[in-house]
């Protein structure tokens, strides 16, 4: 006979003092396998003692892990049915048992006084920890019954949301129906900012379904079943505004745009208060007060006019359409014209363009700085649309507030010289250039033409360019410098623009002093003696008269 056939034979209190000399849970743990006798005698043992070492921790890995008898077990030593787990996860064992859908021991849990409404370390109830995982093929509703026959609040949040949202999160429309039929409220609040109960988010479900590539129908519902259409999140912004933002998304569903005005969405509703910054839209910085005061903010079309969406112009028009402002202004003072553009090419923005123009807008609007629409598509480089405007009537020497004008705008455009955007400058100045852009015009904050060619290291072609129409060579900056002086002096490459590196610099800046001086006719400018951080001579008075020699005077001197 072997010893486990023996211990089949002793009475079950030999058993139990014979556990109880057993010091170590791990060591009766494995006495306990040594056969099933054993294993039924003393599990109530192993089970009584986990409540002494670790308040009885062990029910939640049983619930998790479907051991209903372990369950049963744990509860007959007396354990407190909401212990939560081990640091780190802490859910209770109505929390673990609901997550893996383990109907069984919800129901053993409930029946002996589990909370229902605090299941998880963010306090999360039962039913939204029921929903963080639905098994396949999601139509299987028997544990939301069961947790709902038992008194859960379908429109109880939890940290990360109601149960409504978290399965609209899913794009799940038949568990959106269902819970709408419970009775779920479309317009609750979906969890709470970094856990506090008592701080609950501002967006809602609608919100959820709006900016997710969900099913129109997911919205369909949730407009059907009351959800309010105005309602703006902590960032100020409206569903309408969510669904054309299009996040992610190679086009903006014009089906959910179209039902949210069937549903009564504002289409000119601006963007309202931030909560997220503690900020508004407004251009005045605070909500307006006064009803009778033009509301300003970013709207849908604006949206719609920035979007990178393929149909963005196509949106754009059917907001106008249905009402939507063309001159509407957002906090920046800008209109949808001035933020028009488009991913894909300058043909898409040449529509979008012509199309906000068809509806009246206003080819003379400025931002609150002053730039207008030429400026706008100097700053992007487009060649084609600038000529085009200039047809239209724009200015090509308009001012903003500062005293800039689009050729400085085209200039500011940041960019490696290598890059197909210093190809695209190019263009952009010589038909700002052609269509009669002075390149003498300095801002009051002193930028002009020559400086910002100078001093952002662009390419000889350009400067030469703006050199051949006349421009100023000895304008001298704010400290007193010309631009050759400027070019000179730079010693620290830090001070370089655009991450040029050092060799690169040094090339650069011989190059433009070799084009300068070809201009100008005063070696006066240089200045006396240029020396590295460190002391070092870099480039002396008799070097640069010296470099300056060895060109012939038909190359200095025009």
Known sequence: MNSSSLLDTLPTEILLCISSHISRTSDLLHFLCTNRTLHDVLFLELCKRDISNTGGQAIVAYAENGYENGVRCMLAAGVDVDVKGPEGSNPTALGAAVSAHRLGIAKLLLDHGADIHNTSRWEDPALVVSTYYIPPPRIDTSLFELLLDYKADVNRSGFMGTPLSLVAEDRDVKMMKFFLSKGADPNMPCGYRKGDAQNPSRRRVLDVVAERNTPLEALTILLEAGAKVEVQNRFGLSPLHLVIMAKKQALIDR?????????????????????????????????????????????????????????????????????????????????????????????????????????????????????????????????????????????????????????????????????????????????????????????????????????????????????????????????????????????????????????????????????????????????????????????????????????????IYM
């Open 255 to 555: 089906g959910k745009v179209e039902a949210l005005l069937r549903f009564g969405a504002n289409v000119n509703i601006p963007r309202g208060f931030d909560h997220q910054r503690g900020q508004c839209s407004c251009r005045s910085g605070h909500l307006n007060s006064d009803s009778s005061a033009p509301v300003v903010g970013l709207t849908a079309l604006h949206i719609a006019a920035r979007s990178k969406c393929a149909n963005g112009t196509e949106v754009m028009a059917f907001l106008l359409e249905n009402g939507a402002d063309v001159n509407a202004i957002d906090h920046q003072g800008c209109t949808p014209l001035l933020l028009a553009k488009a991913e894909k090419s300058g043909e898409e923005k040449h529509r979008r363009l012509e199309t906000l123009l068809q509806h009246g807008a206003d080819i003379n609007a400025r931002d609150n700085t002053g730039c207008s629409v030429l400026h706008y598509q100097a700053h992007a480089l487009s060649s084609e649309l600038i000529k085009w405007l200039c047809d239209l009537g724009c200015d090509v020497n308009w001012k903003n507030d500062v005293g800039v004008t689009p050729i400085i705008k085209a200039l500011e455009t940041p960019h490696s010289r290598s890059s197909d955007l210093a190809r695209r400058q190019v263009m952009a100045v010589e038909t700002l250039i052609f269509l009669g852009a002075t390149v003498n015009q300095i801002s009051s904050e002193s930028k002009s033409p020559l400086g910002l060619a100078v001093r952002h290291q662009r390419s000889p072609d350009l400067t030469r360019l703006i050199l051949e129409q006349g421009a100023d060579v000895h304008h001298r900056d704010p400290d007193g410098k010309t631009h050759l002086q400027w070019v000179l002096r730079v010693i620290d490459f830090d001070e370089i623009e655009d991450g040029l590196q050092p060799d690169d610099a040094v090339f650069d800046r011989r190059g433009l002093a070799d084009l300068l001086l070809k201009y100008s006719g005063d070696l006066n400018d240089v200045a006396p003696l240029i020396c590295t951080p460190g002391g070092e001579e870099l480039w002396g008075l008799d070097e640069i008269i010296e470099y300056a020699e060895r060109k012939s005077a038909e190359e």
